[in-house]
């Protein structure tokens, strides 16, 4: 693995560890609300996509 892999591979990873935090503090802010919960989860997985796409391009980029 490449400088460049390993510095996109460590963007992604805190991209992931970021997501994953506005999703905790989502559930917990929704208190209950399966509503307000819903839709912490929906942009969450939408993050995702967006983290892997990112990903993905900047791998091809950097080839």
Known sequence: MTT???AIE????AQIT???KA????VLAANGDESEITAA???FKKGL???A???ARALAAAE
């Open 23 to 26: 999703l905790s503090q989502g």
């Open 41 to 43: 989860e929906a942009r």
């Open 4 to 6: 460049v892999e390993k």
């Open 10 to 13: 460590a963007a992604y990873q």
């Open 53 to 55: 796409d990112i990903k």
């Open 49 to 51: 996509a967006f983290a």
């Open 18 to 20: 970021s997501l994953y």
